[in-house]
């Protein structure tokens, strides 16, 4: 036997191995078409990054000139500012894209208000605290989306590793012993052929002795 196999060449092992082979090959066609599929929705996400951080950079450098406009007319409004109530309404839900969790921000979308007295005020203030709501929104979204495409890609690192495992090393080598115990069994088959041919000459020549 071979040292480089270590399992016996029996029929047995034989069919056994064949079986394990198309279990590993069966699983590499589900991990290659969860890789696909984790991919495209990686893309869907990826596009819409794009998207939104373009978008949430304008609203960032828009609601800080606002701010500083704000700071200019009515002074340092950081007393103002304190009297905003934190944003308490996010909540976080999950949904699998195959197997993978990937979550999904919400919160309660209220009309805006302002939230400080309008005497210490004024329409600067109010500009800063409207893009700021805006600013705040997209960044939920953002969050949502970033934290998506890093589980997306964690999960296709990893589907990718398991499948060139099965590839590169596990179904070669189910091959390779399926190979090594067909041959060793016909070469039993020729052997034992070979024996029994021998066998039944020396019966007929005792037969004709």
Do not use: C
Not at 16 to 43: F, P, Q
Not at 75 to 103: D, F, K, N, T
Not at 120 to 137: G, H, I, L, P, T
């Amino acid at each position: 036997m071979s040292k480089e196999h270590k399992i016996f060449p029996t029929k047995g092992n034989l069919l056994a191995t064949k079986k394990s082979l198309i279990l590993a090959k069966d699983g590499y066609e589900l991990l290659d078409k969860k890789r696909n599929v984790l991919i495209r929705e990686m893309m869907v996400l990826l596009d819409k990054v794009k998207i939104l951080r373009n978008e949430i950079t304008e609203s960032y450098e828009l609601a800080y000139y606002y701010l500083q406009q704000a700071n200019i007319s009515n002074g340092v409004i950081s007393e103002l500012a304190s009297s905003v109530q934190v944003e308490s309404s996010i909540h976080i839900s999950y949904r699998s894209v195959m197997g993978v969790e990937i979550p999904s921000v919400g919160y309660t979308q209220k009309p805006i208000k302002m939230e400080y007295g309008f005497s210490e005020s004024n329409a600067r203030v109010d500009e800063a605290y409207v893009q700021f709501q805006k600013v705040k929104e997209l960044t939920f979204i953002l969050a949502e989306v970033d934290n998506s495409v890093y589980r997306l890609a964690n999960a296709i690192r990893k589907t990718q590793k398991r499948a060139n495992a099965l590839k590169n090393i596990v179904i070669p080598n189910f091959e390779d012993t399926v190979k090594f115990i067909q041959e060793v069994l016909e070469e039993k088959e020729r052997e034992e052929f070979s024996r029994q041919k021998v066998i039944k000459l020396k019966k007929e020549k005792l037969k004709s002795s």
